[in-house]
Nanobody
Framework: QVQLVESGGGLVQAGGSLRLSCAAS????????MGWFRQAPGKERMFVAA????????NYADSVKGRFTISRDNAKNTMYLQMNSLKPEDTAVYYC????????????WGQGTQVTVSS
């Protein structure tokens, strides 16, 4: 299994940027397909972005396309989410998650990091 720890959240003004990190330990990081999700207060957890094992395939929720960039560094066992042009509606707890294949569910989750965007 793999353990995931998010960091990099905080308070930022609208239009600003943040970079989230997800550090992995345990089983080989490069064997996992990784994703970012977020959950706003009173709402369901939603998909944000995902990246393949090698990092050559990515996909994004429509709401963040063109503003967020997902990436990973397998040598550092770390995944990133660069968030630019942040909006108040991006305010949420952000979670990273791992799954063993593109057809399986996300089995492993981090504890989350809070992102707050002020208007």
């Amino acid at each position: 299994q793999v353990q995931l720890v998010e960091s990099g959240g905080g308070l930022v003004q609208a239009g600003g940027s943040l970079r989230l990190s997800c550090a992995a330990s345990g089983r080989t990081f490069s064997s996992y397909y990784m994703g970012w999700f977020r959950q706003a207060p009173g709402k369901e957890r939603m998909f944000v972005a995902a990246i393949s094992w090698s990092g050559d395939i990515t996909n994004y929720a429509d709401s963040v396309k063109g503003r967020f960039t997902i990436s990973r560094d397998n040598a550092k066992n770390t995944m990133y989410l660069q968030m630019n042009s942040l909006k108040p509606e991006d305010t949420a707890v952000y979670y990273c998650a791992a799954r063993v294949s593109i057809t399986s569910g996300y089995r492993y989750w981090g504890q989350g990091t809070q992102v707050t965007v002020s208007s």
